[in-house]
């Protein structure tokens, strides 16, 4: 069974930096699309960025030139730098991969940007 566990959300202020880091474990295989969504209270959850085993990445509007996200292959990680954090990007962060039919989500990491 494959689980995705997330690390390093917290407790920052507007303007600084953080990175996220989330394993897939119980995989024999890559996990062809690894991403990050995130859900607000109140809102629906969303697509921050994705990126492929081939390294194509898609980034929300509200992202691009801030956030960047990498993988390595072999381990099956994926991670999200985010630089220059505004409050608005106050949410639950998840880790997903997906592989054909077959989607992995983690519990879950909390960011919290205070203005």
Same mark, same amino acid.
């Given at each position: 069974q494959v689980q995705m566990v997330e690390s390093g959300g917290g407790l920052v202020q507007a303007g600084d930096n953080l990175r996220l880091s989330c394993v897939a474990s119980g995989s024999g295989f890559v996990i062809r699309v690894m991403g990050w969504y995130r859900q607000a209270p109140g809102k629906q959850r969303e697509l921050v960025a994705d990126i492929t085993s081939g390294g194509l990445t898609n980034y929300a509007d509200s992202v691009k030139g801030r956030f960047t996200i990498s993988r390595? =292959?072999?381990?099956?990680?994926v991670y999200l730098q985010?630089? =220059?954090?505004k409050p608005e990007d106050t949410a639950v962060y998840y880790c997903r991969g997906g592989m054909g039919f077959s989607v992995y989500w983690g519990q879950g990491t909390q960011v919290t940007v205070s203005s």
């Amino acid at each position: 069974q494959v689980q995705m566990v997330e690390s390093g959300g917290g407790l920052v202020q507007a303007g600084d930096n953080l990175r996220l880091s989330c394993v897939a474990s119980g995989s024999g295989f890559v996990i062809r699309v690894m991403g990050w969504y995130r859900q607000a209270p109140g809102k629906q959850r969303e697509l921050v960025a994705d990126i492929t085993s081939g390294g194509l990445t898609n980034y929300a509007d509200s992202v691009k030139g801030r956030f960047t996200i990498s993988r390595d =292959n072999p381990k099956n990680a994926v991670y999200l730098q985010m630089n =220059n954090l505004k409050p608005e990007d106050t949410a639950v962060y998840y880790c997903r991969g997906g592989m054909g039919f077959s989607v992995y989500w983690g519990q879950g990491t909390q960011v919290t940007v205070s203005s």
